[in-house]
């Protein structure tokens, strides 16, 4: 790729958008989650109860 300096306004704008996308692109996005984690967080969610918003306010003042 050629130095920043010798871009056009518009390679130079796509050039800073990449460099940025990458400093802040969340390191674990490539990543798949197992299949035997995700049963996990399934049937764990399927157990608890969900608790309402009110409940919630009322116990915890």
Partial sequence: ??????LN??????FIEEKIFELVKDPDSDLELK??????????KQEEAD?????ILENNG
């Fill in 1 to 6: 790729m050629a130095q920043p300096q010798q």
């Fill in 9 to 14: 306004k518009e390679e130079l704008e796509e």
């Fill in 35 to 44: 299949e035997g984690f995700i049963e996990k967080i399934k049937k764990r």
């Fill in 51 to 55: 608790i309402p918003h009110s409940e």
